[in-house]
Every structure is written in structure tokens, then in C-alpha cells.
């Protein structure tokens, strides 16, 4: 996996900005070669322009099938030789050619301790079931929603006085934390996979 | 309710164990009534007898149902004028007639953080699924199994050379921890339930 990475939004993409913001500060050696998004008013456009980044739209509408627009993804991915494929908030289901160009090699973010509460809404889940402890979870991107395997997990306390707002900014501040250093972990490349587990480099799992 | 506890086990009960030494040593405001187990070989009746609490045998067999049984369990705590049950390695599911007799306020503790990895064996399925935290949940009983409301949660990290029995052993050391804890909330009475919350007295779940 080379250190290259593009970056999928569909709309402020501030887990983008977190990436931005730990290469520019020295806290992750990588390169953002290219922001898309599937929406063109994802105002993350703007702020990876600011950045210096190259961003562009890609609409979902349009095409034959969702393949041809995964493969549409692909092709501007590979044209510019990304290693890593980052979502921060993509809000589409990722189909099989872009999962089968880039296998254990797209990344995503989600707002609860996976498995519980996956797929959208998951601070209001989190809040409604009443548990103490919720976080963050950033996980390979498999077939299934919210279910490869996990990089790495944040907790943060889940407050009698949360309301699903609260909560999710808290949450929010730990993605921004965890986003950065699990990339890091999957570029720096001394890991795999057994099982459903991610596991360190010299590290065993004998059972 | 009261500060009596009865206390259910099948085998070793070492959370039993965890109870009896935090009232031991003043953390926790509560006296242990009775120690029931429906095995006559858990050697946490012994454990209790040492510290002087009485233990019977109610074993589940022979009983023409199984709210019969519950019932009986039900006369016993009742005698005793126990007002919080605590279930501590109990391997029998909880029938209507001891909900009934004793609505929130029979509490249990689960080595995952609920909802994930409810039932048994939590620690090997929280490994092969390759979490990166597990831990602790302190939960009321309901009629669904390890769905209560959540009183309590302690965070484990797991590691990548942990192995069933390593990770067990952690998480058992945060169950002696949270489990007198939680029975101390109960106890204390400053709390209440919304939807599936428990909440602390004075602080309010506003939406």
C-alpha cells in the first residue's frame, strides 16, 4: 500500500478536514491526491480546495448501474494512484468493483462500538438504548454494512444528560483523533488480518 | 427497597465472592440475607458459609414447571425479606414469577459491553469478532435475555495476543469492580428508569 489516499464525501467531510489537518501537522505521513464526492453542493469540496487538494463531483444519478458508477470511482482512484481509499461520510453503500480494486484497502469511520448499533442514527441508538459506554470504531470496508474488520476503537461516556446531539459531538471529537492514527496504522503496513481480526505485527493470536 | 440481598449462583460464584468483601470492607451499605444455588455441588456455597451467610440448595429439578421453581426461589428470598436479588453466575434463565415478585430490582452482570455479545461465551465472541474494547455490563433482569436496563458499564481493551481465557480474566477483574458498584446505585435509590435509561437522581434526559 503506497501513501496516497483518496478521500470520498457526501457532504462537510469534517473526518476529511481531521486528514488534512494530522498531514499538515506532521502526525500522518500521507498525501491526499484527490476528494469526491458523490453530491456537488458537499461543502467538503470547498474545504479540500482550500486545502490545495484536487476535488471533484461525481454524481450517482446517471448511471446504467450502480457498478458502472463504482467503476467510474475506480477509474479516477486509479488514475491517480491511490493506495488507500478513506470515506468520511460517503453516504453510499460501496458495491463489489471498488471493494474488488482495493480489497482490505478502503477505510471507513462509524460513530458507535461496532457491532452495536451499526448503520445510520447510531448516537441516537446508542442514547435510546441506554448504554454507558459508546465510541468510535474504524473498520476495513467489506460487503457488509458497518462489518469488516476493526482498526481500532475509542470510548467515550455516554452522559445521563446526553441528548443525541451531545452525544454525537463527543463522538465526533474522538473520530477526529481516531480517523488519522488508524490510516496511519494501515499505511505503515505492519498488520493483518486472521480471522475477522486486525491484528499488529509481530503479534500472535494463538489459540 | 431494602439494603437485604439473596444472592443466586450455580457454581463458583466469584462475584459473590466480590459482594461479600466490598460490604466487608464498608464499600457497600448492604447485608447478604441468603446465598441460593440450584446446584448442590457450586462450591460458592461454601464460600458463603466461610463468611457466615447462610446457603441452601434449590435445585431445579423435580419441579412440575418451571414457575414452580421460580416460585419456591420467590418464597425463599421473600422469607428472608431480601429486596434486591442478585444473580452472580445464576445459569437459569429468570421466570415471570421471580420478575413479578421483584419488578427492577433483580440486577445481573455480563462480561461485554450489552448490546454486544449478549448469551453465553461474550468473551470468545467478542474476540473472533475483533473488537478492540469489551468490558463490563451491570444490567436489571428482564424477561429478555441480557437486556435490562443498563445500570453500569466498565471498558476492557482487548489485545492482540489475547486469548479466551486472558481476555476472561480482565473483564472478571472489572466484573469484581462494577458489580458491588452497581448494587451500591441500586441500593442508594436515586435513580429511575426512562424508556430503556437508567438515570441518576437530578440529572434530567431532556430531548
Known sequence: MNRILGVLISGRGSNLQALIDAIKHGRLDATIAVVISNREDASGLERARQAGIEAICISHHGWLSRDDYDRALVDELRRRNVGLVC???FMRVVGSPLLDAYPNAIVNVHPSLLPSFAGVDAQRKALDHGVKVSG??????????????????RV???????RPETLADRILQEEHLAYPTAVGLLLDGEWRIEGRRFL???????R
Open 156 to 162: 467515550v461516556r455516554v452522559l445521563d444528560d446526553d
Open 136 to 153: 468510535v470504531t474504524v473498520h476495513l470496508v467489506t460487503a457488509e454494512l458497518d462489518d469488516g474488520p476493526i482498526i481500532l476503537q
Open 87 to 89: 470515506l468520511a461520510g
Open 200 to 206: 499488529r505485527a509481530r503479534t500472535s493470536a494463538a
